[in-house]
């Protein structure tokens, strides 16, 4: 196994920057996840990372290797991509012992490896099948055990369950996070979807135009989110905002919003009559059990059984809020409402970082 180094690493296409210096450090068994939206870059790190894409400038270390030029058959690297590509007219044992059969291993190696690997992965019962007859979870999975017998220092996985229906995601979600915490190997992983990164990542790193915005551990992120960038990505539903101004007086801080609806908030370095905006989860709305809080313009109801979703307004402002009771408004009506101030994220209105 090996950890990584990424030093001031650059990308350019021409005049185009794609990754402005980038400093990262992966360590050895971490299970790091690569998140952000299209176009942020994190693709393009990955490939970089496995010798796919030149480094325009800076440092990647593998384990004690410096790896700039080294070709990507060089760096004991395994790549998982969004597509299965497996050899449609080879079985699943052939599609598995592919890598060791070119590297002239023997047969009983080859065995011994495809064996341990359908193990790991459950393809016991259908290694003489071809990827025709298999589901697409299946399809993964032996894509997966493909890369497990090289016994790679380092897995990366690009977007690999884009492909799979809601159903078989959460499922493979399950087997990939058994699979890191059986093979202990550091895995760096890409997604968009930011429910992927919070339920396996051990650290995640929010990227955005190209640089990292914040890394940390999926409870810290979703927090303590440093900007609105990042309290907004992370969260399904997501993270709205109201703007105001702050104000201090006798008693907590609290945010007076521009039609005058007062929010208390917590502990905030914010100036009295700072414009600010401040952000709520979906979740962490209660109803005021005095009447005496905030009013909620009610617009929809969506029930989910386990939980009731509402669309409404905030002072004017668009708001979705989670109820785990089961309530049941009147389209039109107005709710009171109430939120623990040290849920209240503030950030400044002007820069969007957090405050």
Known sequence: MAGLQIKQLAKSYGAMNILHGIDLEVRDGEFLVLIGPSGCGKSTLLR???????????EL?????????????????????????????????????????????SAAAIDAK???????????????????????GQRQRVAMGRTIVREPDLFLFDEPLSNLDAKLRVQMRTELKALHQQLKTTMVYVTHDQIEAMT??????????????QAGSPLELYDK????FVAGFLGSPAMTFIPGTLERGDGAPKVRTDNGTIIPVGDTTAASGQPVEIGIRPEHYRLAPDGNGFAYHVEVIEPTGSETHL??????????CVFR???????????????????????????????
Do not use: C
């Open 200 to 213: 396996m990542a051990d650290r995640i790193v929010v990227m955005n135009a190209g640089r990292i915005e």
């Open 48 to 58: 970089m990372i496995a010798g796919l894409e030149d480094i325009s400038s800076g």
């Open 114 to 136: 495809v064996g341990k690997a359908a193990e790991t992965l459950n393809l016991h019962d259908y290694l003489d099948r071809v990827p025709r007859q298999l589901s697409g």
């Open 61 to 105: 270390w593998i384990g004690d290797r410096l790896s700039n030029g080294l070709p990507p058959q060089q760096r004991n690297i395994s790549m998982v991509f969004q597509s299965y590509a497996l050899f449609p007219h080879m079985s699943v044992r052939k599609n598995i012992g592919f890598g060791p059969k070119i590297r002239r291993e």
């Open 325 to 355: 009771d089961r309530l049941a408004p009147e389209p039109g009506t107005q709710l009171s409402l109430t939120v623990d101030p040290a849920k209240v994220h503030v950030f400044d209105a002007k820069t969007g970082n957090r405050i």
């Open 311 to 320: 669309f409404g307004t905030i002072s004017g402002v668009a708001v979705r």
């Open 225 to 228: 989110p440093v900007n609105k």
